[in-house]
């Protein structure tokens, strides 16, 4: 049962933070080349293009939950097995979420890529 | 090309110097306790946390900058080689030991980084490209 519980966590962690990732992606193509921006019209130009983005603050609101459900499976489960499960399966989930919902192109070299970070995340703990 | 390299190793050096100075000043700082949690509090006047948390705003900027002009695919590895960062700076500025495992998952993810750092960094698009187009002749009519 606890192991339930916690692999539940894990799995809203890696929802969540996924589709943060894939959200802030999509704000910040909207908004455009962030260094022209800061070039043309200075940094806090920047700013204010970016906490103007409705698609950025829900962003950001999935990877403050993403964090609070990291603390909470961390204190159901060692952080030998949580930080390697979640961000290695947060990598195979964003891929599928940006070929999908953000249409770019996973080709094969990527695939490979993110299978070879993820096994090398793991190791990482070993 | 020497753009996306800057900004490879702007997010993959400050978000592995953020943890690390991070650990540093936490260590520094001693266990926090559920009995007295505003000790978590003093931890913003340690100076490695706080240049530490410069990292990391550091590494949000590039981030964003990243995804500005690239692929969320594309940039994704460029964190993951944050570990790798985080691995030689634990093992040459903190001293922790680095078993030989971890150096192999350093190895990997740096050849998955490798593979996608050469490709494309942005889906082309041929229906933004024809809109364009189309402006463009718009235009010049």
């Given at each position: 049962?606890?192991?339930?519980?916690l692999w539940?966590a894990i799995g809203?962690l890696v929802m969540a933070s996924s589709?943060?990732d894939?959200?802030?992606?999509?704000?910040?193509?909207?908004?455009?080349?962030?260094?022209?921006?800061?070039?043309?019209?200075?940094?806090?130009?920047?700013?204010?293009?970016?906490?103007?983005?409705?698609?950025?603050?829900?962003?950001?609101?999935?990877?403050?939950?993403s964090?609070?459900c990291l603390?909470?499976a961390?204190?159901?489960g060692d952080a030998s097995l949580v930080a390697p499960a979640s961000a290695s399966l947060t990598y195979i989930c964003s891929a599928i979420l940006?070929?999908?919902?953000?249409?770019?192109?996973?080709?094969?070299?990527r695939w490979l890529s993110a299978a070879l970070v993820c096994i090398g995340v793991i190791l990482l703990v070993k | 090309?020497?753009?996306?390299?800057?900004?490879?190793?702007?997010?993959?050096?400050?978000?592995?110097?953020?943890?690390?100075?991070?650990?540093?000043?936490?260590?520094?700082?001693?266990?926090?306790?559920?009995?007295?949690?505003?000790?978590?509090?003093?931890?913003?006047?340690?100076?490695?946390?706080?240049?530490?948390?410069?990292?990391?705003?550091?590494?949000?900027?590039?981030?964003?900058?990243?995804?500005?002009?690239?692929?969320?695919t594309?940039?994704l590895p460029a964190t993951a080689f944050g570990y790798v960062?985080t691995a030689?700076?634990?093992?040459?500025?903190?001293?922790?030991?680095?078993?030989?495992w971890r150096?192999a998952g350093v190895l990997l993810i740096t050849g998955g980084v490798?593979?996608v750092?050469?490709?494309?960094?942005?889906?082309?698009?041929?229906?933004?490209?024809?809109?364009?187009?189309?402006?463009?002749?718009?235009?010049?009519?």
């Amino acid at each position: 049962m606890s192991s339930l519980k916690l692999w539940i966590a894990i799995g809203m962690l890696v929802m969540a933070s996924s589709a943060g990732d894939v959200m802030l992606s999509a704000a910040m193509k909207r908004i455009g080349d962030l260094e022209e921006i800061r070039a043309k019209k200075g940094l806090l130009a920047v700013v204010g293009h970016v906490v103007r983005e409705k698609l950025f603050l829900l962003g950001l609101c999935c990877l403050i939950f993403s964090f609070f459900c990291l603390l909470t499976a961390l204190s159901w489960g060692d952080a030998s097995l949580v930080a390697p499960a979640s961000a290695s399966l947060t990598y195979i989930c964003s891929a599928i979420l940006a070929k999908f919902l953000l249409h770019e192109n996973v080709d094969r070299r990527r695939w490979l890529s993110a299978a070879l970070v993820c096994i090398g995340v793991i190791l990482l703990v070993k | 090309m020497l753009k996306k390299l800057f900004i490879y190793l702007a997010i993959a050096c400050c978000n592995g110097a953020g943890d690390v100075l991070l650990k540093r000043g936490m260590d520094e700082l001693g266990e926090i306790h559920l009995n007295n949690p505003a000790h978590i509090f003093s931890a913003f006047l340690n100076p490695w946390i706080v240049v530490g948390i410069l990292f990391l705003a550091g590494f949000f900027y590039s981030y964003l900058t990243a995804l500005s002009w690239a692929d969320l695919t594309y940039v994704l590895p460029a964190t993951a080689f944050g570990y790798v960062v985080t691995a030689f700076l634990s093992r040459f500025f903190l001293h922790e030991a680095v078993s030989p495992w971890r150096w192999a998952g350093v190895l990997l993810i740096t050849g998955g980084v490798g593979l996608v750092a050469r490709g494309p960094s942005l889906t082309e698009r041929r229906d933004t490209n024809q809109l364009a187009a189309q402006k463009e002749q718009h235009e010049l009519a």
